[in-house]
């Protein structure tokens, strides 16, 4: 793996998106090529659960079954954590692992997300350690 990741120090903020609470780094620099992210919330357990913390990389290509990181449509300052399903003529379907989860939002509440609203790919989980290895869908 090449080690061209940058990680940002900076402060942090909250975005919330019902149940799905994540923490992003409150600065986008730009040349910056990855970013973390906390998980909060059910809608993707069993893969992520609240706690896990997670490394984007921005603008990564993504593939069908991918674990992204997006702006909820709407509402562009909140970002949610879901697996892209396919992509269509109109975006990327994004869907939760646990659509039973409470308060739990994807595409089958607002229909595709925009590739332009598609932040990164989950490269990887990197807390808590000995937690098993993040897998595309179908793997």
Same mark, same amino acid.
């Given at each position: 793996? =090449?080690?061209?990741?940058?990680?940002?120090?900076?402060?942090?903020?909250?975005?919330?998106?019902?149940?799905?609470?994540?923490?992003?780094?409150?600065?986008?620099?730009?040349?910056?090529?990855?970013? =973390?992210?906390?998980?909060? #919330?059910?809608?993707?357990?069993?893969?992520?659960?609240? *706690?896990?913390?997670? @490394? @984007? =990389?921005?603008?990564? &290509?993504? &593939?069908?079954?991918? @674990?992204?990181?997006?702006?909820?449509?709407?509402?562009?300052?909140?970002?949610?954590?879901?697996?892209?399903?396919?992509?269509?003529?109109? #975006? !990327?379907?994004?869907?939760?692992?646990?659509?039973?989860?409470?308060?739990?939002?994807?595409? !089958?509440?607002?229909?595709? @997300?925009?590739?332009?609203?598609?932040? #990164?790919?989950?490269?990887?989980?990197? !807390?808590?350690?000995? =937690? *098993?290895?993040?897998?595309?869908? *179908?793997?």
């Amino acid at each position: 793996m =090449r080690a061209s990741f940058s990680f940002l120090d900076a402060d942090i903020q909250t975005a919330l998106s019902g149940s799905q609470l994540t923490l992003v780094d409150s600065q986008e620099r730009k040349g910056m090529s990855a970013m =973390r992210v906390r998980v909060e #919330g059910e809608s993707m357990s069993p893969a992520l659960r609240p *706690g896990d913390w997670l @490394v @984007v =990389r921005r603008r990564a &290509r993504v &593939r069908p079954g991918d @674990v992204v990181v997006a702006r909820l449509p709407g509402d562009s300052a909140t970002m949610i954590v879901k697996r892209a399903a396919w992509a269509d003529g109109d #975006g !990327w379907w994004l869907e939760s692992d646990n659509q039973r989860a409470p308060g739990r939002r994807d595409s !089958w509440d607002f229909g595709a @997300v925009s590739a332009s609203l598609v932040v #990164g790919r989950v490269l990887f989980r990197y !807390w808590p350690p000995r =937690r *098993g290895a993040l897998r595309r869908a *179908g793997h």
